[in-house]
């Protein structure tokens, strides 16, 4: 009886925390879209000199060869897969490439190059702020009347949107060249049948840039708040920097869902 | 000079990656001759397939969840468009099983265990727990890593298989409300269409995958240095060199075909 | 100038301060001390408005600072310097760029900062240093680079979490001259926590000791080593055998 008691309490206490948690990231996420205003929106307002620059650099041209690598690889084993599944069964493969091109634009080219960003970006992102915050330089800024989340993740959550829709057309565009090479070199589909645009339409390119759009905020506003929620010594930053690999990665996922079905419900069967 | 900056820039990252995956294969080789007789401690494995597997099973579970109703939601416009409800199973199950299901469970997986263990292992190091060990005569390597490199290969396997289960009941219970396709057509669809091969590919796979979480995390911990800023670095680079080190192999498991 | 009204402060389910009352007149020295994990840390961090309190008011020059936003208390903050425990040096910045900080922030121009800069690193005796990054220097550097930073913006009130914890005794006295002259020339108050009590008192005028979350004692610094309260006079002269526990 007591062991139940002290269950149900466990899982109490546990939803209890759940929510906690939520309700701060919510306020991380309005805490970030106040500091762009009171960073951008006021005249004389002092900016952190050249952190928007520097993060685009150690958000997007630092992790140019990782999403490279991995989006290429990706792409070639994707367009493998689907070759054997489609010459299997249906043996045509002219409309390999037509279909492709559809998915990538409006799904694969953002969301698999977000997760990647997830993985290396969160944790870079959760990693730096959250030895700050055990090391008490957080405490040190907010001392000198410096609002943590202004100076330390509003430049790192817009040059993280940016940088995810620059490198989600960059992944597109590597995925769809790596896919169209593969079904050359195994399958002999032909190039100019592969590479047709024919099936992609504007809202196609709008959803994935939406998506990316939406992966690029998510990233470092969880992954922020993974790191500002850090506490102790090395085992915090490790803690928070797992927290926010995950987090992250589960935000692209679920956003992914999210927005596919509201795509699939607002414009029917021809998404 | 530009351009000499530039090429020196590139020099030295690849020496430096050079050097990481040196360091990570003469781990590997510690690890094999460790496991030669293969003497394990039992406890410390124990503790470890708990802690990385069951406490994984949520986010694998709501991860696989997403990932199959995904897979529907993508395969829509086709099997709309052609009026061939029997084939969005089919499209679903093939991708799951033998692609996103081990890729992305292997991801979060390497998120969570992959991640937190580099952080536990850089942890000890910089609090100089493994010297502790190593002036007890214990090696390190045979009472920490192994167990943790069998225990991660083991639970990857088994959430890839529960995760799959889990991805087609996701691709069921949407393509029952999206694209109101009932359970048993789905069903159908899946029996038909997919066969073991579909699913031990992707098995396959994820025992590849397991390998190389553990052993990458497992060096970027041992190789942790100073303090807490040096722990999240390692975690950072963990989790890249993790994420690199799954799409590489994916790439050859699916050539080889195996 | 400061003033806490029962002040306690609560993480999860685990109370670290309790009704703790406390008036520090301006130009005042203060040490906390007490056993480790008494709370003196977070007491600290109360005054400078980094942890709130669960309970209770904290008064600042007669204005009730308590459970301000984080934006309001930047005003109140600009008047506080703070030594942090581990420095909290920021390690993307060199020492001139720590030092100026405060002062950048506050939009004053470049090259009056780099003068009061070098002013304030000559005067802590690390002149030369100011292109170095944090991670060059020493404990005891990063301590002076510290202090530098937490007073160049001139603070009325200057807050030290353990000033000299990780350093060996001759630097120590040397960091405790350098307190004085510094207390002496600025006659801002002080708040000090620090675990070595022999050298604090040395430098405060008053101490209170915490004790299980609780101001236990409160007395002039020349005489805690004779306090009526059997607690403090074990803990300050390191007995083994009395009252005190944990």
Not at chain 2, 45 to 70: D, Y
Request: aromatic share 8%; hydrophobic share 50%; glycine share 12%.
């Amino acid at each position: 009886m007591n062991y139940l008691v002290d269950r149900i309490a466990g899982v109490g206490a546990y939803a209890l925390g759940v929510l906690r948690a939520a309700f701060e990231l919510w306020m991380v996420f309005v805490g970030t879209i106040a500091g762009i205003w009171r960073l951008y929106g006021r005249r004389g307002a002092t900016r952190p000199p050249g952190a928007l620059v520097e993060q685009m650099h150690v958000i997007g041209n630092r992790s140019l060869l990782f999403i490279v690598v991995t989006v290429g690889f990706i792409g070639m084993v994707m367009i493998y897969q689907a070759c054997l599944q489609f010459s299997r069964s249906v043996g045509d493969l002219s409309q390999i490439g037509v279909q492709f091109a559809r998915l990538i634009v409006s799904d694969l080219g953002p969301t698999l190059t977000s997760m990647m960003l997830a993985t290396r970006v969160g944790a870079g992102i959760a990693a730096e702020i959250g030895s700050m915050k055990v090391t008490e330089q957080v405490d040190a800024l907010r001392m000198s009347g410096v609002l943590p989340i202004d100076y330390l993740l509003v430049p790192r959550f817009l040059a993280s949107i940016v940088m995810t829709m620059v490198l989600s057309i960059l992944g597109a565009a590597i995925m769809y060249g790596a896919g169209g090479l593969t079904a050359y070199l195994s399958f002999g589909v032909n190039p100019r049948v592969f590479y047709d645009l024919a099936m992609v339409e504007p809202r196609h390119l709008g959803l994935g840039l939406l998506k990316a759009f939406c992966y690029g905020a998510a990233i470092p506003i969880v992954s922020g708040f993974c790191g500002l929620r850090a506490r102790g010594s090395s085992e915090g930053v490790g803690w928070a920097t797992t927290a926010a690999v995950v987090g992250s990665s589960f935000a692209v996922i679920a956003l992914d869902f999210m927005l596919s079905v509201g795509a699939l419900w607002l414009f029917g069967g021809d998404v | 000079m530009i351009g000499e900056r530039a090429i020196n820039a590139v020099g030295t990252r690849a020496v430096a990656v050079s050097r990481e995956i040196g360091g990570i294969t003469i781990l590997f080789a510690q690890i094999l001759r460790a496991l030669l007789p293969p003497r394990l401690d039992g406890r410390e494995l124990v503790k470890n397939l708990h802690k990385m597997g069951n406490r994984s099973v949520p986010i694998v579970a709501l991860t696989a969840f997403f990932t199959g109703g995904l897979m529907v939601v993508q395969a829509a416009p086709f099997v709309q468009r052609l009026q061939a409800t029997s084939l969005a199973g089919w499209a679903a199950g093939y991708a799951v099983l033998r692609e996103v299901g081990p890729i992305l469970i292997a991801l979060m997986f390497s998120g969570r265990v992959g991640a937190n263990n580099t952080a536990e292992l850089g942890t000890m190091t910089v609090t100089e727990q493994l010297d502790g060990l190593r002036a007890l005569a214990i090696d390190p390597i045979r009472y920490l890593i192994v167990p943790r490199v069998v225990a991660m290969m083991v639970m990857l396997v088994c959430l890839t298989c529960i995760g799959d289960l889990i991805a087609l009941a996701g691709a069921m219970l949407v393509a029952k409300g999206v694209l109101d396709i009932e359970f048993g057509i789905m069903y159908a669809s899946f029996v038909e269409n997919l066969s073991p091969a579909d699913f031990l590919h992707g098995i396959y796979k994820s025992i590849a995958f397991g390998l190389s979480i553990a052993v990458t995390s497992c060096y970027f911990g041992v190789t942790v240095r100073g303090g807490a800023v040096g722990v999240g670095r390692a975690v950072n680079a963990a989790v890249v060199a993790a994420a690199v080190s799954i799409m590489l192999l994916d790439f050859f498991l699916t050539y080889l075909n195996v | 100038m400061i003033e806490l009204q029962d002040v306690g402060v609560r993480f999860a389910s685990r109370q670290v301060l309790d009704g703790v009352r406390l008036d520090v007149a301006r130009g005042a020295r203060l040490g906390i001390i007490g056993p480790a994990a008494s709370g003196k840390s977070v007491l600290i961090k109360v005054i400078a408005g980094l942890v709130a309190p669960s309970s209770g008011r904290l008064i600042i020059d007669g204005t009730d600072v308590t459970g301000l936003t984080e934006e309001r208390l930047a005003p109140v903050r600009a008047r506080i310097g703070m030594l942090f425990q581990n420095y909290a040096l920021y390690d993307f910045l060199t020492v001139e760029g720590n030092v100026g900080f405060p002062l950048v922030r506050r939009g004053e121009p470049a090259d009056q900062v780099a003068q009061r800069v070098r002013d304030r690193l000559r005067a802590v005796g690390l002149a030369g240093s100011e292109h170095k990054l944090p991670s060059q220097l020493s404990g005891g550097m990063k301590k002076r680079v510290g202090i530098a930073r937490a007073t160049i913006a001139a603070p009325e009130l200057v807050l030290y979490d353990e000033p000299t914890a990780g350093l060996d005794p001759v630097t120590t006295s040397k960091m405790y001259d350098l307190l004085r002259a510094d207390h002496e020339q600025s006659g801002a108050t002080a708040i000090a926590v620090s675990s070595d009590v022999a050298a604090l008192i040395g430098f405060v005028d008053t101490v209170i000791f915490l004790y299980q979350g609780r101001a236990h004692y409160q007395g002039p610094a020349a005489t805690v080593a004779d306090a009526p309260d059997p607690v403090v006079r074990q803990f300050v002269r390191g007995a083994l055998d009395g009252p005190l526990v944990g």
